[in-house]
């Protein structure tokens, strides 16, 4: 089956490329069947424009299948003569063959405009050379049909102007008044009579000639004859004169003689106009033209065109005897031209008229269907119906009466008449339905469930069950899903052209758990939202030396039930979740720590808040007061009223880092009984940073076990010589502590290492100013080392003022 397909297309693309070789046919002359609704070739049109000037052009055809040959003529107006003439395709030109007036072209597979050029001719106005007596000028050598020529006449001495003469190129004489004439459609000769001055010869539409010589003078008793010239469109009748006295020798002949008297004589040949006839070579198949039979020269003569029932004026034009076309004026049914001075022959054609078929405006679908139709053609309509509706029906008017119309479906026919008609049609639609799916916990309700059309706005109403929220919802139709907008308890779509389904899906809401008005303490919770009926766990947090005071539970501003007792932190409460958001409120009262109020003596565990209680074996203190220790006194000896206690924390680094600012700090400028007047001596003296001076800085910096309140996170300084010295000798009763606190909360003293001291080892002048001090713990010596070692503990102290 596939090779009979493959050499079966094979077959049609060798046709085809033989037609386009061939060029005997455009390959859609082949394939389909055209615009005549049956086999017969597809034709085009043929359009002459409109608004030629000076002449015509006519088709033999105006419809043509692709490939005949069209023969197109030229018909100049009276004066002109064909320049070029030019057929097209859209913007494309074709080929147009021939000379002449007539020209051919070859029919391509489009419809042809047809245009041309029509150029006045040149005629030359020649002055006689046989005029004696003067001299003749015209203000033209060459003109145009229809120009106005002026002559001048110039006589020589003792003559005078007599009269004029001036023949076209056949011979014909012309009109000429007051020294002007109008050119005709040939060159023309122009001459003129001079005459001596004596007794004149007056002739009106005549000559006057004495011994076969022209003459204007003449003596008395000579014999003249005179020779009618009637002006164009005229013929002579008799003479007659003024001059009293003359007589002629037969005053009805054209041509008669008279004696010249002793006097200037006045003549006129006396004519009237020529009727010419005005006909047409046969009768005209679907229509006629009326007019006069008969006209004068220069008369203007109407043509009133009446073409049958259901055709048009194709074309028309008037040619002369003698050849040659006359300009027509006019349009529609009605032409005009001026008769010439001969008999002139009417032809005009008539064509099928095409009358227009307008679409209404219509909603809701379109309608396809030529723009035009020939009478009695049948014409075909098809309905387009938008998406979600159907045609409902499809009708024809004519004005006031209406076409019938047949066939079924979204394809209908009717016979076209002889008038323009307007084509309607409605569109009815389509009924869909809206459903639900199952759902749980919830519901859905659709404001439209059946004849639900597409556009319109249907509505969802969502109900969750209560503890619920919407989680999802969908809509779809035809296999594709439908936009939702809205939020909330509602949802809207817009009807599309099917049917929808409605799905939904509800989970568990979480309801907020939010803290207000809270200080000095927290209340935690283990999620920020829960579920209704949940129940939730609060943790009383207070901070160091407070205590739960009171605490609630809000929902839309209602108290509910707390479950659980206890002050301290780690109390709790319960409550269960409403299907609403919650706020807790709590606050805190402040408790000491301490026994008493501040540290003053050895021993004395300093709290956070300020509070100190005394060391004795045996004691034992609160997990929160373990995590409120800060320092163990280890000094109370001092001056000034403060004592000295230790960080619970150590560290292990450098005293000074090896460059040369560290090496120049001696023990006469770093003492060794005044640790924080160390620390502002190097403030004061060195750039002073971490990177220069490890133990130093991390001592200044202490931050303890993180508990450090705002009151006793500043003043910590390294210890020199004499206040480490005091430390070990209370390293017993520093131990114990340590014990009693616990390692998450204090560092042990170590032995392994000693711990430096903020003083320097020599005086100034000693080679050995790189080294300071250092205490070993496990035997209380004192050693020395370079500061730039980073394997000796560091504790931080700090005095408490009392």
């Not at 009748?237 to 041509?255: M, R, V, Y």
């Not at 005005?278 to 039979?293: C, D, E, K, L, R």
């Not at 000491?592 to 565990?605: C, E, R």
């Amino acid at each position: 089956m596939k090779k009979t397909r493959r050499f079966a297309t094979l077959i049609l693309l060798m046709a085809i490329t033989t037609a386009l070789v061939t060029g005997c046919k455009n390959i859609t002359d082949y394939i389909g069947d055209g615009n005549n609704g049956d086999n017969s070739p597809k034709t085009y049109s043929v359009t002459v424009a409109t608004g030629i000037e000076n002449g015509t052009v006519t088709a033999n055809k105006i419809t043509v299948p692709a490939n005949e040959t069209v023969v197109l003529t030229a018909t100049p107006n009276d004066g002109y003569q064909l320049t070029s003439i030019r057929a097209t395709v859209g913007n494309n030109a074709i080929t147009v063959s021939g000379t002449g007036t007539t020209r051919t072209f070859t029919m391509p597979s489009g419809d042809v405009s047809v245009n041309a050029t029509f150029t006045a001719i040149d005629y030359t106005i020649n002055i006689s050379d046989s005029i004696s007596h003067g001299n003749v000028t015209a203000d033209k050598t060459t003109a145009h049909y229809g120009d106005t020529i002026t002559l001048t006449a110039e006589p020589d001495a003792g003559y005078q102007f007599y009269e004029w003469a001036a023949t076209d190129s056949a011979g014909t004489a012309l009109t000429i008044t007051d020294g002007s004439f109008t050119m005709p459609l040939s060159s023309v000769t122009v001459t003129a009579s001079f005459s001596p001055i004596n007794s004149t010869i007056s002739v009106t539409n005549g000559i006057a000639t004495v011994n076969g010589n022209r003459a204007i003078s003449a003596d008395a008793g000579t014999t003249v004859t005179v020779t009618a010239t009637p002006p164009t469109g005229k013929q002579f009748t008799n003479w007659t004169t003024t001059t009293s006295g003359l007589t002629f020798a037969d005053a009805t002949t054209s041509s008669t003689t008279f004696t010249m008297p002793d006097c200037s004589v006045d003549i006129t040949a006396n004519c009237i106009d020529i009727n010419y006839t005005i006909s047409q070579a046969s009768s005209f198949p679907h229509g006629s033209v009326t007019y006069n039979s008969t006209a004068t020269y220069n008369s203007t003569v109407t043509l009133t065109i009446s073409p049958s029932s259901g055709y048009m004026l194709g074309g028309i034009s008037v040619t002369k005897a003698s050849g040659g076309t006359i300009s027509l004026s006019g349009s529609g049914n009605t032409r005009t031209f001026t008769m010439p001075a001969e008999n002139v022959t009417v032809f005009a054609t008539f064509t099928a008229q095409s009358y227009n078929i307008t679409k209404a405006q219509i909603s809701n679908g379109t309608l396809s269907v030529n723009s035009s139709a020939s009478c009695d053609s049948t014409v075909t309509v098809t309905a387009n119906p938008a998406s979600g509706y159907q045609l409902g029906s499809i009708t024809v008017s004519n004005g006031s009466s209406s076409v019938p119309v047949s066939g079924s479906g979204n394809t209908r026919t009717f016979t076209m008449p002889a008038n323009n008609v307007t084509v309607s049609a409605t569109f009815n639609p389509i009924n869909y339905n809206v459903t639900v799916s199952s759902i749980s916990h919830g519901s859905v309700t659709a404001s439209k469930t059946t004849n639900a059309h597409i556009g319109d706005t249907v509505t969802l109403t969502i109900a969750p069950e209560t503890g619920y929220i919407l989680n999802s919802i969908s809509a779809t139709a035809n296999e594709g899903s439908v936009s939702l907008s809205g939020n909330g308890s509602t949802r809207q779509f817009t009807m599309p052209a099917g049917n929808v389904t409605i799905s939904a899906s509800f989970t568990l809401e979480d309801y907020r758990i939010t803290k207000t008005g809270m200080s000095s303490g927290t209340v935690n919770f283990s999620n920020p939202t829960a579920h209704y009926n949940e129940t939730v766990t609060l943790t009383i947090v207070p901070d160091n030396s407070f205590i739960l005071e009171t605490i609630s539970v809000t929902a839309n501003g209602n108290p509910l039930t707390l479950n659980g007792s206890g002050t301290a932190k780690g109390s709790t409460r319960t409550f269960t979740m409403p299907a609403s958001e919650v706020s807790i409120s709590a606050t805190f009262v402040r408790t000491h720590l301490g026994t008493k109020d501040k540290p003053t003596a050895v021993g004395d565990i300093v709290f956070n808040d300020g509070t100190a209680t005394p060391y004795s074996a045996g004691m034992t203190l609160t997990e929160q007061q373990k995590e409120a220790a800060i320092a163990i006194i280890f000094a109370d000896n001092i001056p000034n009223g403060y004592v000295l206690g230790m960080g619970l924390k150590h560290d292990k680094r450098a005293l000074c880092s090896n460059q040369s600012a560290a090496w120049g700090r001696r023990s006469d400028l770093l003492p060794e009984s005044d640790g924080e007047y160390s620390n502002y001596q190097i403030n004061c003296l060195d750039d002073y940073n971490e990177a220069n001076y490890p133990a130093f800085w991390w001592a200044e910096h202490y931050a303890g076990s993180g508990n450090l309140s705002s009151d006793n996170n500043w003043d910590w300084f390294l210890p020199v010589k004499n206040e480490l010295q005091d430390v070990y000798r209370q390293k017993a009763l520093i131990d114990a502590i340590n014990d009693l606190l616990g390692s998450t909360y204090a560092d042990p003293i170590r032995t392994d290492f000693g711990y430096w001291s903020g003083t320097q080892q020599s005086t100034a002048g000693d080679d050995l100013d790189h080294h300071a001090f250092i205490l070993r713990f496990a035997d209380g010596l004192w050693v020395s080392n370079g500061k730039d070692e980073s394997d000796y503990n560091v504790i931080a102290v700090r005095r408490f003022h009392f």
